[in-house]
């Protein structure tokens, strides 16, 4: 009993170990997988030590941080256009009913399209060139987004919108006093949903169409059979998916955290 | 001259509705759920469309919106907004309505003391109880100063004591501050208490406005009468001052001691749940015991009705159905009982 209590609190304590053990123990079993598994030595599964200095001097010699910088790029672009339209528009939705009755249809026909359904699309309306990633990131982020922040706003309860009528306060003042803070929570849910979706859409665009980037790194190390940069690439997206929703959630937690669970 | 007067407005269900709320007043609207109470408070804040004139200091307020009719509204389920402190929260109308920082600080800090939640500024809704979310939405309603205030069921959802604590201390507050009250409750007792006059409301249209003694002793019809319980009206023949502003009276033969600053006291009116049967004699002494004989029992779904007869009077006790089965009452049976003194109303 005692031995099980000391391992509860070890595990569960201020060293966060449940949190840090299995993260450790992933990387040594890759580790140990690719040096003593069944591909052992193959260039098709490299450690992951060797991952990792391969990703140390992609970034000396400057090609990671080239490519980086153009995906990040245009991920920060499609992010920007695509949340300014998709609020923008989702307020408007949310807001005024009859906006609502007539957009609403439309939505719901080209929300459930993937996003890369429209890369042929857009391939052939606006060319192969620096507008088709960011353009394709915006629509992907677009939909979520708008569909988030119209169902918020639609969702705040009208016995607040009633008591700030009767305390004076104007319809500005209703939408950026009391409908947007608290239809907040669930725009952060579109906007923590679009930052993951950003990073594989323009991961897709340019491993398809585009000659610049770390989709396009993938592809010619995937040409080169260079799995260890393929690795490197993938890692890099990830820990800037991770970051983008980390950054959000501090965000959330600034702003609305006080007086919701997040706090 | 009234302050608040509706006529023939007409909304949904409630149909011509006439009534005059005058300056100062407490006035409380009582009914079943669905007879139309929240609908007559909607309609003075002017938050629902209706047809006829409210008129509010002798000025139509029909095209008035609702904030400059000068009402303040306490919602039953309080609206209060979650994103907002208790202090932006009470500060709300205020910096809507553009008072100066100043002002807005003042009245907050006023507010804050008067209800008793100086240490929840800082707190969000979701941090505080349902007794001090009350308070904080009170306090938000009476903030930029209304004329009149309307309070939707201000004490349901909590349990008896608190309510009781919050609506007496509600009466006092707003009667200190000459505030016009509407308050709505579903409670009789709470209305007989805070009360300056109650309005009875079925199915939309307003079938008494009374004081609450004359409520008692003059039920209108059936349907109020069988709301407020079938009270118990006893001619009393002598009345003798006690200390302390207290009065015994005397009805043939019954003695019955209650608080009144008067000397005649022609009837008293005792609701049926103030009195108390037991079928063993107490140990405690209690105010105003009796003893009699069952005369009659009807049984209703929750509760029991006991006619009792104490020489030439007759009382009917309702008593709740567990605590009636847990007793051997039956008819013909001698049973001792006491009534309770803080519900009795009288006619001077």
């Known amino acids: 009993m005692k031995t099980m209590t000391f391992i509860k609190n070890v595990w569960f304590g201020n060293l966060n170990l449940w949190k840090i053990v299995p993260v450790i123990l992933f990387f040594t079993l890759w580790e140990l997988a690719a040096r003593y598994g069944p591909f052992a030595g193959s260039a098709v599964f490299p450690p992951f030590s060797e991952v990792l200095l391969e990703m140390v001097a992609l970034f000396k010699s400057g090609v990671m941080m080239k490519n980086f910088a153009s995906t990040l790029g245009r991920v920060l672009a499609g992010l920007c256009i695509g949340t300014i339209s998709g609020i923008g528009v989702g307020i408007l939705m949310g807001w005024q009913e009859k906006v609502y009755q007539s957009l609403s249809p439309i939505i719901s026909l080209l929300y459930p399209i993937p996003a890369l359904g429209w890369l042929p699309l857009l391939m052939l309306w606006i060319g192969i060139n620096e507008t088709l990633p960011v353009a394709i990131i915006s629509i992907g982020v677009f939909f979520p987004l708008c569909y988030n922040t119209a169902a918020g706003i639609r969702s705040v309860e009208k016995k607040m919108i009633r008591a700030a009528h009767i305390l004076g306060a104007s319809e500005k003042q209703i939408l950026f006093q009391v409908i947007l803070p608290n239809a907040a929570p669930q725009i952060f849910t579109g906007l923590k949903l679009s930052s993951g979706m950003s990073w594989r859409m323009v991961l897709a665009a340019e491993m398809v169409a585009i000659p610049t980037g770390l989709g396009a790194l993938i592809m010619k190390a995937e040409s080169l059979i260079r799995v260890d940069i393929i690795m490197s690439s993938l890692v890099v997206l990830s820990l800037m998916c991770l970051s983008f929703e980390k950054i959000l959630g501090i965000m959330e937690r600034k702003l609305i955290g006080d007086w919701t669970d997040n706090a | ?348």
């Open chain 2, 1 to 348: 001259m009234p302050e608040i007067q509706l006529r023939n407005v007409t909304i949904r269900n409630c149909r011509n509705l006439n009534l005059n709320i005058k300056n100062g007043e407490y006035f409380v609207v009582v009914g079943e759920t669905g007879a139309g109470k929240t609908t007559l408070l909607n309609m003075i804040a002017g938050v629902e469309a209706y047809t006829g004139s409210v008129l509010i200091d002798d000025v139509n307020v029909n095209p008035l919106p609702p904030f400059k009719r000068g009402v303040g509204y306490l919602f039953q389920e309080l609206a209060l907004f979650p994103h907002l402190s208790v202090m932006a929260n009470i500060g709300f109308g205020l910096k809507a309505q553009g008072y100066s920082k100043k002002v807005m600080a003042k009245k907050i800090s006023f507010l804050l003391e008067l209800m008793q939640i100086r240490h929840l500024a800082e707190r969000y809704p979701h941090q505080i109880s349902g007794g001090e979310k009350k308070r904080v939405a009170l306090a938000r309603s009476l903030a930029p100063s209304p004329k009149t205030l309307l309070l939707d069921e201000p004490t349901s959802g909590l349990d008896p004591r608190t309510a009781t604590h919050l609506s007496t201390e509600l009466h006092d507050i707003l009667k200190k501050m000459g505030v016009t009250t509407v308050h709505v409750t579903h409670d009789l007792k709470e209305a007989e208490k805070i009360s300056d006059r109650i309005a009875f409301m079925v199915n939309g249209s307003i079938e008494k406005v009374a004081t609450p003694a004359a409520f008692f002793f003059d039920p209108a019809n059936t349907t109020v009468a069988e709301f407020i319980g079938m009270p118990n009206i006893l001619e009393c023949r002598q009345t003798r001052p006690l200390a302390a502003g207290l009065v015994e009276v005397v009805s043939d033969d019954l003695k019955i001691i209650l608080p009144c600053n008067c000397r005649r006291i022609r009837k008293i009116a005792i609701p049926p749940d103030a009195v108390d049967v037991f079928d063993t004699k107490p140990s405690e002494p209690l105010v105003n015991p009796f003893e009699g004989t069952v005369e009659k029992i009807d049984r209703h779904n929750a509760t029991v009705k006991v006619q009792v007869s104490i020489g030439k009077n007759r009382l009917t006790s309702e008593l709740p159905a567990n605590a009636f089965m847990n007793m051997s009452i039956a008819k013909g049976t001698k049973v001792y009982g006491a009534i309770r003194m803080n519900r009795l109303h009288h006619i001077e």
